[in-house]
């Protein structure tokens, strides 16, 4: 919303889809029923919109924590309202049993598990939109079939001795890892991979080989990453080797992030990138400077930027853009405003992005040109795409923002959905800067990893892994 637009002139937010959004967000309010078993020998627990099937059946190597992993989804499940199955049975695997689930979590599952029908069942399943987690040796599975290790992301090619090791965080706004600290100190068992999956996935975490014995990846070692493959929706974690993971409330909330991904309960963008240099990392604000009243208060704890007060914006002085993907992270504490310009000329005065700019607008409750995902004032997100996409207040969203030339187009977590062109010569997108909003007293609007890559002036081409439609 522009700086002179009142928050108090909003309409009520409890007839509103951000209301509804909320709702879907409060999922410790489901009721708790038994489902039938997935398959003979399956456990359940819990009752819910999402099902998700916890499959762990081993051909190789048995892990002796799968059975407090099975507790642990179990434990997650009834927390979060969604229903689980466990089964160590491959006749689960039919087309009409799994169409039941919104998920299925191979849990430390080893070699050849599964047959050709029960094969096709399932590739059929994530062609059809399921969902897939795998934790550990999910990767040490199947590696006879091609579409089961593009779905993992890799196969499994040896480990250390169990240690400890420093993770770095990539992806602080994917619900696996949001909860993170840019790095983490865990003890578990460190594979190596055959391949770098990088190329295909959106790395949420890497190994630091120089924090722990027997890396044999380099300094590029990723350790858990999402994906959308084949139709579906996949996540993999290499952690999740010994009992104590399971215990360990950080991982919890990993797997959990990772499983409401997976069954689309919670959104992300998980589409590869690569090549992005940071404008705001989390630890400062240089390059930075603020125009008009208000400010954003830097905490490096967490690696943000919470907009407070007045009604200005914290403009990147430190360079101007021409044909750019800019992409950042963001969160709503509640019924709040911000946005974030792009296209102006520098000025110390907020208006000069307002008249000369375009705002491409965060905030759920105004009129479909004004709301979240709106070029402001100019032209209404596809509101269906954007609000299967958007994650509700409390929970991080990322926007990638991409120019070139007069063409602006606006992702939502990894979904298109806006597609702007500028026709007026004065507001010209061909350069500018780059900006965030404090709207004002009561709004409350949080940024983090802004990040920008330059392109070609013109679309098209092969400068991006992924859709330039």
């Known amino acids: 919303m522009h700086p002179h637009t009142s928050p108090h002139s909003r309409p009520d937010s409890g007839s509103r889809r951000g209301a509804r959004l909320a709702a879907a967000g409060a999922t410790l309010l489901l009721a708790l029923t038994a489902l039938p078993a997935a398959a003979s020998g399956a456990a359940t627990s819990g009752a819910a919109d999402d099902r998700v099937l916890v499959f762990s059946k081993t051909a190789g190597f048995r892990h002796d924590s799968i059975p407090d992993g099975i507790a642990a989804i179990k434990e997650l499940g009834a927390q979060s309202g969604f229903a689980v199955d ?75 001795a169990i240690q400890q090791a420093t993770v770095d965080v990539e992806d602080r706004a994917n619900p ?170 520098a000025s110390d005065d907020p208006w000069s992005a307002v008249n000369n700019g375009y705002e491409v607008q965060i905030d759920a409750t105004d009129t479909p040109d004004h709301t979240t995902g709106s070029v402001y004032g100019f032209q209404s997100a596809d509101l269906a795409k954007r609000d299967a996409a958007l994650n509700p207040p409390g929970e991080w969203n990322t926007y990638e923002i991409r120019v070139q030339g007069e063409r602006l187009r606006i992702w939502l977590n990894g979904v298109k959905i806006n597609d702007f062109t500028n026709q007026d010569p004065a507001r010209s997108l061909l350069q500018g800067y780059v900006g965030i909003q404090n709207h004002g007293e009561g709004d409350e609007v949080s940024f983090r990893d802004i990040r920008v890559k330059d392109l070609p002036a013109k679309g098209g081409g092969h400068h991006q892994q992924h859709d330039d439609g």
């Not at 059809?128 to 590696?143: L, R």
């Not at 999956?197 to 890497?206: D, F, G, K, N, S």
């Open 86 to 160: 466990a089964t160590e049975d491959g006749a689960a695997f039919t087309p009409g049993n799994l169409a039941r689930y919104d998920a299925v979590v191979f849990l430390s599952t080893t070699g050849d598990v599964l047959d050709t029908a029960q094969q096709s069942a399932f590739e059929g399943y994530v062609r059809a939109g399921g969902g897939y987690v795998g934790v550990h040796a999910a990767a040490d599975t199947e590696y006879d079939w091609p579409f089961y290790e593009g779905l993992a992301g890799a196969y499994f090619q040896s480990h250390p």
């Open 176 to 345: 696996a890892t949001a909860h993170l600290a840019p790095t983490w100190e865990r003890t578990d068992e460190w594979y190596n991979y055959r391949t770098n999956p990088r190329e295909r996935v959106r790395v949420l975490a890497t190994l630091d080989e120089s924090s722990y014995q027997g890396g044999a990846m380099g300094e590029d070692h990723p350790i858990s990453w999402c994906q959308e493959y084949g139709g579906g929706r996949a996540f993999y974690t290499g952690f999740g080797h010994t009992e104590e993971s399971y215990a360990d409330p950080a991982f919890r909330r990993h797997l959990l992030g990772g499983i409401r991904y997976a069954t689309g309960a919670a959104h992300a963008d998980c589409r590869p990138e690569q090549g992005y240099r940071p404008l705001f990392d989390g630890t400062s604000t240089d390059g930075w400077k603020q125009a008009g009243p208000g400010s954003f208060t830097l905490d490096t704890e967490s690696g943000t930027l919470t907009s407070t007060g007045g009604m200005g914006m914290l403009w990147y002085e430190a360079r101007e853009l021409r044909s750019y993907s800019l992409k950042l992270d963001w969160k709503m504490a509640g019924d709040d405003n911000s946005g974030v310009f792009v296209g102006f000329p």
